[in-house]
């Protein structure tokens, strides 16, 4: 199981950090991924990592503004999300996958959403 929190309104330029709780499997076995959802757009792949963290992957639309990471320690994944836009608004889900954290068909077990809504 796979819970997101961390969303909220946040004005355009700040920050928001999401986490990921996941429960009911060994989640250092599995690569985590964060993706996203706007109103009447297709879900988009945000960022992935390893199982040991050491590799991350970025979707252009984000590099340079999020950082993923995690710790095995606490099942826990993290989006932290700098200089925000307008066009990050969606709402944001974390995923659980055996493949490469860059490939979005490695992902097949998904959580809640969170969302985030920054205003402009």
């Known amino acids: 199981q796979l819970q997101a929190s961390g969303g909220g309104l946040v004005q355009a330029g700040g920050s928001l950090r999401l986490s990921c709780a996941a429960s009911g499997r060994t989640f250092s076995s599995y690569a985590m991924g964060w993706f996203r959802q706007a109103p009447g757009k297709e879900r988009e792949f945000v960022a992935g990592?390893?199982?040991?963290?050491?590799?991350?992957y970025y979707a252009d639309s984000v590099k340079g503004r999020f950082s993923i990471s995690r710790d095995n320690a606490k099942n826990t994944v993290y989006l932290q999300m700098n200089s925000l836009k307008a066009e990050d608004t969606a709402i944001y889900h974390c995923?659980?996958?055996?493949?490469?954290?860059?490939?979005?068909?490695?992902?097949?077990?998904w959580g809640q959403g969170t969302q985030v809504t920054v205003s402009s």
């Open positions: 990592i390893s199982r040991s963290g050491g590799i991350t």
């Open positions: 995923a659980a996958g055996s493949g490469p954290p860059g490939s979005q068909r490695s992902y097949d077990s």
